[in-house]
Structures are given as C-alpha cells and as structure tokens.
C-alpha cells in the first residue's frame, strides 16, 4: 500500500513539473524583450507601458511648436542581432521601416524655426522559422516564432535635447500569417512602431 501511494505521488509529482515546465516554456517564447541598446541616449529615462513597450515624452511637448521635422535614415546598428538574415534581408526590414516612419510622420511641419529630428532603429530581430510554423502541432511550443525590437527618439535638431523616446519589442502572433516568413514579423512591427512614435508626438 506503501509502495502504490508512493507511486501515484511520484507520479503526480512528475506530471506536475512537466506542466510547469511546459508552461515556463511557453512563456518564454511569448515575451522577449531587447535590453536597451544605448541608441536611445541613456540619459532618457523610459517608463514601462507593459511588459513590451516603453516610451518617454517631455511633459509640455508640442510638436507645433518646431518647423521641419527631419527624419533620419533608420539604422541596423548591432551586427550580430539580426540571426541569421543575410544583408539583403536586413536591407529591406531597414528600407520598410524608413518608409514607413516618413509616411507616418509624412509632410507636416509646425509654425517655429526649430526643427524636430527623429532617428530610429532595429535593434535586433530573431527571425520566424517558417517551415516549424506550418502545422498546428509544431507550434505548441512557438519554437519558429521570432520577434523585432526597435528604438525611437525625437530630439531638437541633431543632438539637442530628447522630447520623446520609444522601445518596443514585437512578438510574433500565432494568428497571423507574419510567422510565413522569415522577416514577417519584423516587417509588421516597422509600420506599428512608426504609427505608435508619431502618435506619441503628437499626444
């Protein structure tokens, strides 16, 4: 009698941890964030939106309050951060990303004499693995998912003073068809990064 409870306690035990490590598992893959990278100056202190997401404002910005805005070219800054992509495929992440922040922010400018420069970048990006991605079943684990961060920042003409700063990590969704291909998430996050910046500017 002993011996049989001993075994079913065992055996719960293991069941248990199994589930756990499953769910640990699972987690893991679910929320990835890139550690600031430095892009943004550290002196900006970022607060946290959620668990993905942080952004920094100046209290009283207005961005009506500059003249042009001047949107540098997006920048790939960390070699080793982008898997295994070749430079063709990081190219066209950084190419939709430019495009895709100058037609956010498109040609609007405010009535003052200064002018609001925005620099922005890809910090890192773990690609999809498409073919782990097909069947329902080689998902469970979001083993071929990947994820794209990003850093923003605003300043008054080219290394003055910060006025806003945003970091965001994008995660792949399950329910989508992003997970296809390899930059399918990067590619997503370019246009909700730069729609999520000029929104911030313009709060």
Known sequence: MISAALSITT???VRNSAIIVASALLGACGGSVTPRTGFIPPAVELAKLDGLTSEWRVMG???SDYGEIIVYPV???NTDDYGDLDAEKIEEVRSIFDRKLREAVGSQRGTGTKPLVIQAAVTKIKPNRPIL?????SQIMKRG???ASCEIFASVGEGGPVVAAYMQTTDTSRFSTEKLSATGTAERGCGEWADAFVALLRR
């Open 11 to 13: 055996s719960s035990l």
């Open 61 to 63: 910005f207005d961005a």
């Open 75 to 77: 920048k790939m800054p």
């Open 133 to 137: 991605n097909v069947a329902p079943q």
């Open 145 to 147: 998912y990947g994820f």
